[in-house]
C-alpha cells in the first residue's frame, strides 16, 4: 500500500536555528512530490512540487529536495512566522490523487 | 487570478442529515478533487471529477457522491451523515489529468451533531 510518513510529527524551533523536516515515501511509480503549508482552519497552500530524484527547489527560507526515498524540507534562519504544519503528499502511477502525510506542527518562537 | 473556493464555510448538521458542498475551481483549471481531513491528520483523497466524469475514488462508502459541472465547479454530497463525517472538506483544482501542482481551496468545516 502507498504511504506518506513524515517525521518529527512537531517540532520547536527558536528564531535562526535552522532544521530539517523528514518525508519519507513509500509509492508505487512515483509521479510527483509536493510539500505544503497548512495554517489552522485554513487550506493547505502550495510550496514545491518535485519530479525526480536530485531536484531540488527553494523559496525565500525554504528549501526542498527529493531522493528516491524522501524528501526533506530544509528551513534556514526561521522566523516566528513560518509556524504552521507543512504537509507532504506523493502522487503515483494510478492517477493524480494526492496520498498525504500527518504533517510537521513547526512552532518558531522569538 | 480568482483562486479555488468553497461555500459554505462552516455547517453544521445532525446524523442522519445530507450535506451537500461547492466548489469553484481556480481560473483556467478543468479538474477538480475533493479531500477530508479529520483534526490532527493529513488531507485524505475522496475523488477526482474531470470532463463532468468521476476518474479516481478513494476508500470512501458510496455515501460519497459528487458532481461536475459544465462550468467545471462541482459538488460534493453525503448522505447518511454519521458523527466520523465530522471534518474539514477540502476542494483542489488542477489543469487535465497531469501531474500539475493541486490547488487547495480554504474547506468546509463540517460538524455533525
Known amino acids: 500500500e502507498d504511504q506518506v510518513t513524515q517525521s518529527p510529527e512537531a517540532l520547536r524551533l527558536q528564531e535562526g536555528e535552522s532544521s530539517s523536516l523528514n518525508c519519507s515515501y513509500t509509492?508505487?511509480?512515483?509521479?510527483?512530490l509536493f510539500w505544503y503549508r497548512q495554517d489552522p482552519g485554513k487550506g493547505p497552500e502550495f510550496l514545491f512540487t518535485l519530479y525526480s530524484a536530485g531536484e531540488e527547489k527553494e523559496k525565500e527560507r525554504l528549501k526542498a529536495t527529493l531522493t528516491k526515498k524522501e524528501s526533506f524540507l530544509h528551513i534556514t534562519a526561521p522566523k516566528p512566522e513560518d509556524s504552521a504544519t507543512y504537509l507532504c503528499?506523493?502522487?503515483?502511477?494510478?492517477?493524480?490523487?494526492?496520498?498525504f502525510g500527518k504533517g510537521t506542527t513547526l512552532s518558531v518562537s522569538s | 487570478d480568482a483562486g479555488v473556493t468553497q461555500s459554505p464555510t462552516h455547517l453544521i448538521k445532525t446524523r442522519g442529515q445530507q450535506v451537500t458542498l461547492r466548489c469553484s475551481p481556480k481560473s483556467g483549471h478543468d479538474t477538480v478533487s475533493w479531500y477530508q481531513q479529520a483534526l490532527g491528520q493529513g488531507p485524505q483523497f475522496i475523488f477526482q471529477y474531470y470532463e463532468e466524469e468521476e476518474r479516481q475514488r478513494g476508500n470512501f462508502p458510496d455515501r460519497f457522491s459528487g458532481h461536475q459541472f459544465p462550468n467545471y465547479s462541482s459538488e460534493l454530497n453525503v448522505n447518511a451523515l454519521l458523527l466520523g463525517d465530522s471534518a474539514l472538506y477540502l476542494c483542489?483544482?488542477?489543469?487535465?489529468?497531469?501531474?500539475?501542482?493541486?490547488?487547495f481551496g480554504p474547506g468546509t468545516r463540517l460538524t455533525v451533531l
Open positions: 509509492v508505487s511509480g512515483l509521479r510527483g
Open positions: 483542489a483544482s488542477t489543469r487535465g489529468l497531469s501531474t500539475d501542482t493541486q490547488y
Open positions: 503528499a506523493a502522487s503515483n502511477q494510478a492517477g493524480t490523487a494526492l496520498i
